[in-house]
Nanobody, 124 residues
Framework: VQLVESGGGSVQAGGSLRLSCAAS????????LGWFRQAPGKEREGVAV????????YYADSVKGRFTISQDNAENTLYLQMNSLKPEDTAIYYC??????????????????WGQGTQVTVSL
């Protein structure tokens, strides 16, 4: 399984970015897909997830209403649209795939495959 992120960069507060994660075709039908982030000195946290069964989505409270996770099955690409960005959104963002289920707490332990990460920096 290969996951390749792109779309990170630097933006001013209030701006938008869209992250992309290209994956092998079978990944979309086999795994739950998620975006995690890790800020300096902090633990990795789950940001948004699309679960493989039923397309249920999860968003961290800190990003609800601002971030949207979506997938394009024809392009085998996972997206994270990030609007109204805040300085506290600054982190390395990772795409992940695994056998996570909606009844489990969102944890990196439930994701077996990871991309290399892409830096997002939000300045005032």
């Amino acid at each position: 399984v290969q996951l390749v992120e792109s779309g990170g960069g630097s933006v001013q507060a209030g701006g938008s970015l869209r992250l992309s994660c290209a994956a092998s075709g079978y990944v979309f039908s086999s795994y739950s897909l998620g975006w995690f982030r890790q800020a300096p000195g902090k633990e990795r946290e789950g940001v948004a997830v699309i679960y493989r069964r039923g397309g249920v989505t999860y968003y961290a409270d800190s990003v609800k209403g601002r971030f949207t996770i979506s997938q394009d099955n024809a392009e085998n690409t996972l997206y994270l649209q990030m609007n109204s960005l805040k300085p506290e959104d600054t982190a390395i963002y990772y795409c992940a795939a695994g056998f996570a289920c909606p009844y489990q707490a969102v944890s990196e332990d439930n994701y077996q495959y990871w991309g290399q990460g892409t830096q997002v920096t939000v300045s005032l």
